[in-house]
């Protein structure tokens, strides 16, 4: 399974984003996916995550940040608002063949990721 990530990009505080991942293969609507991210100098974060039905989310992103999918077009999105600086970092999606989980070493496949930029 290839997973490519887009939608990235510079953005003032308090603006929006939303980010993609195409994934191939047959059996998308099994799969889960979920968003990492990764800011300069610190380690791999997860961000949100969803299944056949049901989705999970870092706690101090709910409310702004929200993943769907739309299985038709083997894609998933992540629509971030209210952006702030410390959203910066590179986001990357990942799927597993199970239900979805916030640990990045369930996942299997990954995307290249997509660098966000936030502007103060």
């Known amino acids: 399974v290839q997973l490519q990530a887009s939608g990235g990009g510079l953005v003032q505080a308090g603006g929006s984003l939303r980010l993609s991942c195409v994934a191939s293969g047959r059996t998308f609507r099994n799969y889960a996916l979920g968003w990492f991210r990764q800011a300069p100098g610190k380690e791999r974060e997860f961000v949100a995550a969803?299944?056949?039905?049901?989705?999970i989310y870092q706690e101090s992103l709910e409310g702004r940040f929200t993943i769907s999918r739309d299985n038709a077009e083997n894609t998933v999105y992540l629509q971030m608002n209210s952006l702030k600086p410390e959203d910066t970092a590179v986001y990357y999606c990942a799927k597993r063949d199970r239900w979805y989980s916030r640990n990045e070493r369930d996942y299997d496949s990954w995307g290249q990721g997509t660098l966000v930029t936030v502007s103060s």
């Open positions: 969803i299944g056949w039905s049901g989705r």
